[in-house]
């Protein structure tokens, strides 16, 4: 019996451990306008959504916060959501820097996918992505979902792809209608590679986080009517870097995020209508941003500068990282802001 008592007792410690040092880490890098989201499983295990800007500038941030703040060695996986510069392009400069496991993509364009245009600056642009050293490359479509390594005493975590290639992952068996649909007007077609951009359901148990990296408001729309393919979420990554040519409300609404997190420049981004879409959305708690709008209208544009990471654009500012933290049981997570020491804890949702 005593033997007993003590296998329970040590069981109970060691999940109690797990749940006390398990968390999912999401680390928002500043790229300076482009995108660079670092996720860390309870298990450890590394994901990378894009890769930011050519050059050494964004690569060495994405290698110091993953190696100095995550403690990584290896990035596991990187999701190259398309083919625009401020997305894939620090990744070849990056695999100089630190292993890369596999490669999730669309599939590298032999055209130019803006308009699909014969463009030989492009093809010599992305030649580095396409020899770097990686140990393998995935083409994705809707519902692959990857392999991630589970933590003994954390709740299931899984990432699965909703859209790419202007297509989309089947709807829950059941669904209704969305009671949104045909509420927001259409927008002219956008015939760039941002309307194909992969998008991606993070989650952790109940935790639910969405990046949809730059996919445009007519495919935001599909996403989500008829039917709402992809449900409610605690997070949400604001499309776009918060420009106007996407966060269609009808989306916005539709997934009710608690917590906005927009990965935006000093000038780039913060839309006002994207804005007014944040700010009407009546399920948002909170509004986070990277970077403070510094044009002439970010008394209008902008979330309260407790909520904001980096507030100037000084070459020679110390640079810093939104970071959020989810419990290993998946039930809370903390929103980080080190400039200022703020945190913020929120509960998930049922969804």
Not at 4 to 15: K, M, P, Q
Not at 194 to 206: C, R
Not at 224 to 241: A, K
Request: glycine share 8%; with cysteine.
């Amino acid at each position: 019996m005593t033997r007993h008592f003590i296998a329970v007792a040590i069981s109970l410690w060691l999940t109690l451990t797990v749940q006390a040092d398990s968390t999912l880490d999401v680390y928002w890098v500043d790229v300076e306008g482009g995108a660079a989201t670092l996720i860390v499983t309870p298990a450890g295990e590394s994901v990378l959504i894009d890769t930011g800007n050519p050059g050494t500038r964004d690569a060495d941030r994405i290698h110091e916060v993953a190696t100095k703040q995550a403690k990584l060695k290896k990035i596991d996986h990187l999701i190259t959501t398309h083919f625009h510069g401020d997305h894939y392009g620090g990744a070849a400069t990056l695999a100089q820097l630190m292993p890369i496991g596999t490669v999730y993509d669309n599939g590298i364009p032999r055209r130019n996918p803006d308009r699909n245009r014969q463009d030989p600056a492009f093809i010599l642009k992305i030649r580095p992505y396409r020899s770097m050293k990686v140990d393998g490359r995935v083409v994705v479509k809707p519902g692959y979902q990857l392999q991630l390594k589970q933590q003994k005493g954390a709740a299931p975590v899984k990432l699965t792809i909703v859209a790419a290639n202007q297509k989309f992952i089947e709807p829950p068996a059941g669904a209704k209608k969305n009671p949104l649909t045909g509420s927001v007007p259409a927008k002219k077609e956008d015939l760039s590679d941002n309307a194909n951009s992969v998008a991606s359901l993070i989650e952790l148990g109940g935790f639910r986080f969405l990046d949809c990296a730059d996919i445009t408001w007519n495919v935001e729309a599909k996403l989500v009517e008829p039917i709402n393919r992809v449900g409610t979420v605690d997070v949400y990554q604001v499309n776009h870097h918060g420009l106007d040519v996407s966060n269609n409300p009808v989306l916005v609404k539709s997934v009710a995020p608690t917590v906005s997190i927009m990965n935006n420049g000093s000038t780039k981004g913060c839309g006002p209508q994207t804005f007014a879409t944040l700010k009407s959305t009546k399920s948002i708690q909170a509004m986070y941003q990277v970077h403070k709008n510094l044009r002439k209208d970010g008394d209008k544009n902008n979330a309260p500068e407790e909520y904001i990471a980096n507030i100037t654009d000084a070459k020679d500012r110390q640079v810093h990282t939104l970071k959020l933290s989810v419990t290993a049981d998946g039930k809370s997570y903390t929103v980080f802001n080190p400039r200022n020491g703020h945190k913020r804890t929120f509960k998930t949702r049922q969804h």
